[in-house]
């Protein structure tokens, strides 16, 4: 059988199992898991050695989180991150996620109204890894991200997206004009309905369902490769 499509309700309801006594796991630990997965994403198709300087582009919500733990996996990895954050999370967990960052002595590009330190940090990178907008985005695009997602397009550079490209609508795609268009999706724990359309290098992260939730639900997961955290879906 192959692997299950989610719409918007259905994955927001397996995220809260993971979180309950159902799948009894702090969010601390999602985040880290699909980080990492995040993270070894991009270097399973992005060498260090030709592409070393990454944009870590985070949104403010728990998407922005999957980001911030992504960017300190990638400097363990030895990749030089750039974080870029067009409007910081308020949340514990997102402040703690930065400081560990920062602890690792990774750059921030600080939130200013001034497109060209966007644009000049994108002309030092190599590859930009997407963590804006979650499977929870809604439409329309507004500031300061109607800004920061034309300027990600228009560099050319090769970008990886966390679990949907942003502006995509979770359903039904990209429906929004100045929606990313990603060389590379990690889906977690299922891919979105929204994706079923997406032409570009498809992994599955998120090594974290219960067999118990899976056979809930019906997902027929493909088996992950070792240790890997991570799997190709191909179809």
């Known amino acids: 059988m192959s692997i299950k499509y989610l719409t918007a309700k259905l994955a927001q309801q397996i995220d809260e199992e993971l979180m309950n006594q159902a799948g009894a796991f702090s969010i601390d630990q999602l985040m880290e898991l699909a980080g990492l997965a995040c993270a070894q994403a991009l270097a399973r198709v992005y060498d260090k050695k030709m592409y070393p300087n990454v944009l870590v582009c985070c949104g403010p919500g728990n998407q922005g989180g999957d980001g911030l733990v992504a960017a300190r996996h990638l400097g363990m990895f030895g990749y030089t991150p750039t974080i870029f954050m067009p409007k910081p ?3 514990e967990i997102y402040q703690r996620l930065k400081s560990q960052c ?6 921030t590009i600080p939130p200013s109204e001034d497109a060209s330190l966007l644009r000049d940090a994108l002309s030092s990178s190599n590859v930009i890894l997407d963590a804006i907008f979650g499977f929870s985005f809604k439409g329309p695009i507004r500031a300061p991200f109607d800004t920061t997602l034309p300027l990600l397009t228009d560099s050319h550079l ?9 502006g995509w609508d979770v359903e039904e795609g ?5 929606g990313l268009q990603s060389d590379v999706l990690v889906s977690l724990t299922a891919p ?13 992260g998120g090594r974290f369902i219960p067999k118990t939730l899976e056979e809930k639900y019906q997902l027929n997961l ?3 490769p070792g240790s890997d955290q991570i799997v190709e879906l191909k179809e």
């Open 192 to 204: 979105k309905l929204g994706v079923r359309s997406f032409n570009g290098r498809h992994f599955l």
């Open 222 to 224: 493909p088996e992950y």
């Open 89 to 91: 999370g308020s949340k």
């Open 174 to 178: 990209k429906i929004e004009r100045i």
């Open 102 to 107: 920062d602890n690792m002595k990774i750059k």
């Open 158 to 166: 090769p970008i990886v997206s966390v679990d949907i490209p942003s």
